[in-house]
């Protein structure tokens, strides 16, 4: 099965670092980098707001918990975002692709 995985990221350089890190152990396919995105969210009982990158990660379930465990050696945030969702179908050439791409 294959995921999509939302990470939200304190500045472009850092969405970048990630990028290349996840790109690099082949633990992602393709990266896409939303540069900057408004947040608004809880954090420490009050609402915060913050400009942030966006990063879009196409990956496999079965990838999951390394990508987790590596994008938390590189994150700034004490609890970073990280949220995955099924890939429910698509084109089959960019599945095939995802595949090869990616750690079996």
């Not at 990956?59 to 975002?81: A, D, F, G, R």
């Amino acid at each position: 099965m294959y995921i999509i995985v939302f990470i939200t990221c304190q500045n472009l350089e850092e969405a970048r670092k990630i990028a290349k890190a996840l790109l690099s152990k082949r633990l992602a396919a393709c990266i896409n980098i939303l540069p900057q995105i408004e947040s608004f969210y809880w954090w420490k009982n009050k609402i915060e707001e913050s400009k942030e990158a966006l990063l879009l990660i196409k990956s496999k379930t079965s990838l999951l918990n390394e990508l987790i465990n590596e994008v938390k050696l590189i994150h700034s945030y004490e609890t970073p975002e990280i949220i995955a969702l099924p890939i429910i179908g698509g084109y089959k050439n960019y599945i095939k692709w995802l595949d090869q791409e990616t750690l079996s």
